[in-house]
């Protein structure tokens, strides 16, 4: 007699049954409304990739893109859910998996978000009739088939760890949609030097510990896409 399936969403984890409004807020079953010029960024937040996160918003400016990311989440309940939705509210998601290290605060361990992270990108692909585009990013050719095997056969953009090779990489994704001179990488690097320039100030202004908060990021957005001479996409 074959043995019988078990629904993993009919029962919480003491193996209660979980009232109907439950499981329809563990699995959604309608897309939010998708914004076309918003790509969720899925990057690490720490100081060391600051360069390059500013290097992201920069460029991303000069397409006329919006980034999202899920520092905009506030913690709490449901807070998956929350990124869940903002994942599928995009239509393009990247993915850098190129900070590859152990967290220095005891105890040491890998971070899985950004792992995690892009397998949500690649189930709402998935199970959304939706164009939806996802890209990886890394800095060393060939450490993807090895880190996340799963990913085997897919061609990440390799930056290299630089703010050009990130403004490179962004062009390869991006410019078969919105060529012009607007996306060249020299006129992305002068975005790139407001952006810095301007980030510590944004930082005081808003009274954030670091850039990795939600008001330092919707307002750094602010900063490139004026420095771009482009509207500000909402």
């Not at 962004?170 to 952006?195: A, D, G, H, I």
């Not at 908060?213 to 750094?220: G, H, I, M, P, Q």
Request: glycine fraction near 6%; charged fraction near 25%; include cysteine.
């Amino acid at each position: 007699m074959p043995s019988r399936q078990r629904d993993p969403f009919a029962s919480g984890p003491g193996g209660e049954r979980l009232a109907e409004g439950e499981r329809q807020r563990t699995v959604p079953t309608r897309a939010p409304d998708v914004s076309e010029k918003s790509v969720f960024l899925n990057i690490p937040y720490d100081e060391k990739f600051r360069r390059l996160y500013l290097a992201y918003i920069s460029g991303l400016a000069h397409f006329g893109l919006r980034p999202r990311a899920a520092l905009e989440v506030p913690g709490g309940q449901n807070r998956m859910d929350k990124i869940f939705d903002l994942i599928r509210s995009c239509p393009y998601s990247i993915h850098d998996l190129s900070l590859v290290q152990l967290d220095r605060t005891p105890p040491a361990t890998p971070r899985f978000n950004m792992p995690f992270e892009i397998g949500l990108a690649v189930a709402c692909a998935k199970i959304d009739h939706l164009p939806r585009y996802w890209f990886v990013f890394e800095s060393m050719p060939r450490r993807l088939s090895k880190s996340l095997s799963d990913l085997s056969g897919i061609d990440p953009y390799i930056h290299r760890g630089t703010v050009e090779g990130v403004m490179r990489e962004l062009c390869n994704c991006f410019s078969r949609q919105t060529p012009s001179e607007r996306t060249s990488v020299s006129e992305m690097l002068k975005t790139y030097r407001v952006v810095s320039h301007r980030s510590e100030e944004v930082r005081r202004k808003t009274r954030a510990r670091s850039l990795f908060e939600a008001s330092v990021f919707e307002r750094l957005c602010f900063v490139a896409s004026t420095a771009a001479g482009l509207p500000v996409t909402r």
